[in-house]
């Protein structure tokens, strides 16, 4: 649905509707120089992020876990034409495969703070990406680009068909500025100012091995049973214990994203990658 760069960024967007539930959205973007690393805590800097996104007018960290960096955070978005401000409780947390990253965020529960009729509260989010080093467009064959590849889909409440039509009008819009965000904030962060607390739990991430992930292919391609269950829930145990019930889950959903997005750069197959999510989404319920 959009293809279009600038001279140190790419950007390439594609939707997919499904019979039910909201449209869904996969990009890949080519940020020149720039580390995974940087191009990681970037995202994930609230902080810096009201500096640049002119959607976010708040952000506030609720819940922080240091041993997991998984945190809980309070969004309010305002969209330009088509949508009035909508509310987010997002839990996220990043995982690290080689030298790819990989960060969940998911609509989650929380009755500590009731919803209110203004603005309204989207429930059904869920937004990741995975982050890692990238060849050059510039042809040297040199790794000093970052790519980008993110999963998004959330439901606001509005008819789909407007959605759809609000998301294209406004895409690049939102898009190209990411990119001077970036290199704003690479300067800052050169200049050795501290980092934010968002930041630094970007840097606290959960270790998983290609052959974890690979693994996840296979099983997708078959019925689950007890053992691969137990198996995925060894690997959250410790969030378990750090932060409740409502960090633990965001695993068993992220899933899919992490084999959506890492096992090649190509788009993996809508069978593959959305039976996975089914799979994933089928034993959150269970927990």
């Not at 191009?39 to 992020?49: G, I, K």
């Not at 993110?150 to 898009?175: N, S």
């Not at 970007?202 to 091995?209: E, G, L, R």
Request: with cysteine; proline share 5%.
């Amino acid at each position: 649905m959009m293809d279009r760069s600038t001279p140190n960024m790419s950007y390439k967007a594609w939707r997919r509707d499904p019979e039910t539930g909201p449209p869904q959205y996969r990009s890949r973007t080519l940020f020149e120089d720039a580390t995974a690393e940087m191009v990681r805590d970037f995202f994930w800097d609230d902080e810096f992020r009201v500096k640049w996104d002119d959607m976010l007018i708040h952000a506030e960290t609720l819940e922080e876990c240091p041993t997991t960096g998984a945190m809980v955070v309070h969004w309010v978005r305002k969209f330009p034409f088509f949508c009035s401000d909508r509310e987010y409780i997002i839990g996220r947390r990043i995982w690290k495969s080689g030298c790819s990253y990989y960060c969940v965020t998911k609509g989650i529960p929380y009755p500590s703070m009731p919803r209110s009729k203004k603005p309204r509260r989207v429930d059904q989010y869920y937004s990741s990406w995975c982050i890692r080093p990238a060849e050059s467009e510039r042809g040297d064959g040199q790794l000093t680009a970052c790519e980008v590849i993110l999963f998004h889909h959330e439901d606001m409440g509005i008819p789909w068909e407007l959605a759809k039509l609000g998301v294209r009008q406004g895409m690049w819009g939102a898009v190209k500025k990411i990119e001077p965000g970036l290199r704003a904030y690479q300067k800052e962060r050169s200049s050795g100012s501290s980092l934010s607390r968002c930041a630094l739990n970007a840097q606290i991430n959960t270790k998983v091995s290609t052959d974890y992930l690979r693994t996840l292919e296979t099983d997708s391609t078959t019925s689950s049973n007890e053992g691969d269950e137990n198996e995925i829930l060894e690997v959250d145990a410790s969030s378990k214990n750090s932060m409740g019930k409502n960090i633990p889950k965001l695993l068993v959903v992220g899933g899919a994203v992490l084999l959506a997005c890492s096992l090649d750069r190509g788009l993996l197959t809508k069978a593959v990658i959305f039976g996975v999510a089914r799979r994933f989404a089928n034993m959150g319920r269970r927990l």
